[in-house]
């Protein structure tokens, strides 16, 4: 998906799209940030004159403009009510000037591993409770790229996985094949290309390949072999018949 110019890093999730224009270029250095952001509680962190907090439902507008602007695929209106009502499974961020201008933003959902669309993301490690996130969107507005803004956005998501939600073993997202402004910003980042996706994306009446990009944190990999590559399928499924089975029970049809 193409964006427009420097330091644009949108990214798709399983059901809409996220692109980075490959008229965007990447940006800045890829250090980690040592910020932990709360997702449910109002941040006024400040880098310089750019301070980080989440979305509001007073944002939503603004930033389902900046998203046709950036995106080719696009969002439908509960993806955007989400953002500000269901913080147990979305994340968001904004980044804003002193004058409150919306200079960036990311978004992210949360979803256990074995519920994700794309599988054999983990290597099997015995535990049921493993979430990966999903990188839905990141932008920035033209005027303000090239002050390392993106990077801060992901840094913040990555450091709120690690310091605030533990079952989170991954980030993850979808990106052109053709976006190579995208595709260096995600390998600067430390993110590894996991495979390729064929006829992934269907906008403007062409289907498009996609790369998948995942970022590992702790001591979480991918299956090297097949042997932990069917762990993780069998893990998958059982988890899905569980699931089903506590539904039907809920229900008080057995």
């Known amino acids: 998906m193409q964006v427009t110019s420097v330091e644009i890093v949108p990214i798709p999730s399983s059901p809409c799209l996220s692109p980075l224009s490959s008229s965007s270029s990447s940006s800045s250095s890829s250090s980690s940030s040592s910020l932990s952001v709360s997702n449910n509680e109002q941040c006024s962190l400040q880098v310089g004159e750019i301070h980080f907090r989440p979305l509001t439902q007073e944002d939503v507008d603004e930033i389902q403009t900046m998203h046709l602007e950036w995106f080719p695929v696009r969002y439908g209106n509960d993806f955007y009510t989400s953002l500000t009502t269901d913080p147990s499974t979305m994340f968001s961020l904004v980044a804003v000037n002193e004058r409150h201008v919306i200079m960036g933003c990311i978004t992210a959902q949360f979803d256990p591993e074995w519920q994700c ?122 988890n899905n018949i569980n699931s089903a089975f506590r539904t039907f029970t809920r229900t008080g049809i057995s």
């Open 117 to 238: 669309e794309d599988t054999g993301l983990l290597a099997a490690d015995g535990t049921t409770n493993s979430e990966l996130a999903y990188i839905s969107t990141l932008g920035v507005k033209s005027e303000f790229r090239k002050m390392g803004i993106a990077n801060k956005l992901l840094n913040h998501l990555v450091n709120y996985c690690v310091n605030n939600r533990h079952q989170v073993k991954a980030l993850y997202l979808h990106v052109l094949t053709t976006n190579l402004p995208a595709i260096f910003f995600y390998e600067k980042n430390n993110f590894l290309k996991l495979r390729t996706l064929q006829q992934y994306y269907d906008f403007n009446d062409q289907l498009h390949d996609s790369f998948l990009y995942i970022l590992y944190l702790g001591d979480a990999h991918c299956p090297k072999n097949i042997s932990e590559f069917v762990g993780s399928k069998l893990i998958r499924v059982y």
